[in-house]
């Protein structure tokens, strides 16, 4: 699985856009872009994930570059329950294989009121 | 509601001791993970399993053992081999036609 690279901690203020960039310059095609976050003392949850174009659920937008080597995860409208680290991880869809995802250290997101 | 649930969220053992995490998910999911999370640092995989009957070690399986009896339980054995056990221990399921996976709350296991 290539390897990601996310800044070590961002601020935000609530109300505002949270961006949160990840660099992947080694991906391969076959790769997807996974985000998870996780709340102090709680088990990571899922956000979102895309391959190729962007993707919005109700938690957050997925922005993919279109030479795929970086990625911006956008929660629209941060809230102080937004505060957590946010993890980038890139992973082939491997089916029936080993399947566990591979948890860097992430981005510590402080929203600020 | 569906989901997974880890008990207990804190665990206090005495060194030498085997302790057993309690993992149980209702969401009818095949694959099933044990994590491991140091302060600051990323998850590492313990075990895993993908079918029930059946799991492979992870990175990290010296000083654990799992059981995978039935779909809905994977029980993480602490044994007294592993040498640095206090952490935090997170269990995760995906079905198996998906990638994304799905995190209990953890527990937070401290060795005295």
């Known amino acids: 699985d290539a390897k990601t690279t996310q800044p070590t901690s961002m601020d935000c203020a609530e109300g505002r856009a949270a961006n949160l960039p990840c660099n992947h310059s080694?991906?391969?095609?076959?790769?997807?872009v996974y985000w998870y976050r996780q709340i102090h003392s709680q088990g990571p949850q899922y956000i979102i994930h895309?391959?190729?174009n962007n993707e919005t659920n109700e938690m957050a937008s997925l922005i993919i570059t279109e030479d795929r080597k970086s990625s911006t995860l956008i929660l629209p409208h941060a809230t102080l329950r937004d505060t957590a680290v946010y993890y980038c991880?890139?992973?082939?869809?491997?089916?029936?294989?080993?399947?566990?995802?591979?948890f860097g250290k992430g981005t510590k997101l402080s929203v600020k009121p | 509601d569906g989901g997974i649930t880890q008990s207990p969220k804190y665990l206090f053992r005495k060194e030498g001791q085997n302790v057993t995490l309690s993992c149980e998910q209702n969401?009818?999911?095949?694959?099933m993970y044990w994590y491991r999370q140091d302060p600051g640092q990323g998850l590492r995989l313990i075990y895993y399993?993908?079918?029930?009957?059946?799991?492979q070690k992870g990175d990290i399986a010296e000083g654990y053992s799992v059981s995978r009896e039935k779909k809905e339980s994977f029980p993480l054995t602490v044994t007294s081999a592993q040498k640095n056990p206090t952490a935090f221990y997170l269990c995760?399921?995906?079905?198996?036609?998906?990638?994304?996976?799905?995190f209990g709350p953890g527990t937070r296991l401290t060795v005295l």
């Open positions: 995760a399921s995906k079905a198996g036609a998906t990638d994304t996976q799905y």
């Open positions: 399993s993908q079918i029930v009957n059946d799991f």
């Open positions: 969401l009818n999911h095949d694959a």
């Open positions: 080694t991906i391969s095609g076959n790769e997807y």
């Open positions: 991880i890139v992973r082939a869809y491997y089916g029936g294989s080993q399947g566990n995802l591979i």
């Open positions: 895309g391959l190729k």
